[in-house]
T-cell receptor
Framework: DVKVTQSSRYLVKRTGEKVFLECVQD?????MFWYRQDPGLGLRLIYF???????EKGDIPEGYSVSREKKERFSLILESASTNQTSMYLC????????????FGQGTRLTVV | GENVEQHPSTLSVQEGDSAVIKCTYS??????FPWYKQELGKRPQLIID?????GEKKDQRIAVTLNKTAKHFSLHITETQPEDSAVYFC???????????FGSGTRLQVQP
């Protein structure tokens, strides 16, 4: 069973804080993704990584950065949290690219106050 | 880039009825179309997918159809049950693109 685990289920942070969201997968998948989920907007891609230390911007990368120092771990960083980054964040991994099943983490609901 | 539109945003049906959710995509090169189901408070999970070399795929009560000419694909659920209540997301991807583009989601409510 593929397991994608996000470090926190709920987070509350203050405006201006630097926030780290962590994601770990245990299936040796090449690809990892960070999505943001908002009502009526679906899942929007923030960043993805197709190899260690490799990353590409998704559709909404502004205000975010990522780090992938090890194959199993992909971190999303909010450099200076703002209230409009209050959202549900979903991490996912897949064996290769977009043409194989994506396995999602349980999500982190981030509230920025 | 790819753009995926999904309709309707909410759908309410009676138990036993059929439900249809439709998606259109913009990139004519797209060739992979999965559907994910997200139950309340849970993570999205793949329920069915179709590739561009086939027009229809079925798995028990669910089916997906693809019309490449019109650039749309649909999810069909027959004999709906209360456990089908969830948010459904369609997605699309083209060759060389490393990530899926998702639709905005459809909240399906099956009334017992």
């Amino acid at each position: 069973d593929v397991k994608v685990t996000q470090s926190s289920r709920y987070l509350v942070k203050r405006t201006g804080e630097k926030v780290f969201l962590e994601c770990v997968q245990d299936m040796d998948h090449e690809n990892m993704f960070w999505y943001r989920q908002d009502p009526g907007l679906g899942l929007r891609l923030i960043y993805f990584s197709y190899d260690v230390k490799m990353k590409e911007k998704g559709d909404i990368p502004e205000g975010y950065s990522v780090s992938r120092e090890k194959k199993e771990r992909f971190s999303l960083i909010l450099e200076s949290a703002s209230t409009n980054q209050t959202s549900m964040y979903l991490c996912a991994s897949s064996l290769w690219g977009a043409h194989t099943e994506a396995f999602f983490g349980q999500g982190t609901r981030l509230t920025v106050v | 880039g790819e753009n995926v539109e999904q309709h309707p945003s909410t759908l309410s049906v009676q138990e036993g009825d059929s439900a249809v959710i439709k998606c259109t995509y913009s990139d004519s090169a797209s060739n992979y179309f999965p559907w994910y189901k997200q139950e309340l408070g849970k993570r999205p999970q793949l329920i069915i997918d179709i590739r561009s070399n086939v027009g229809e795929k079925k798995d028990q009560r669910i089916a997906v159809t693809l019309n490449k000419t019109a650039k749309h694909f649909s999810l069909h659920i027959t004999e709906t049950q209360p456990e089908d209540s969830a948010v459904y997301f369609c997605a699309a991807s083209s060759p060389g693109r490393r990530a899926l583009t998702f639709g905005s989601g459809t909240r399906l409510q099956v009334q017992p």
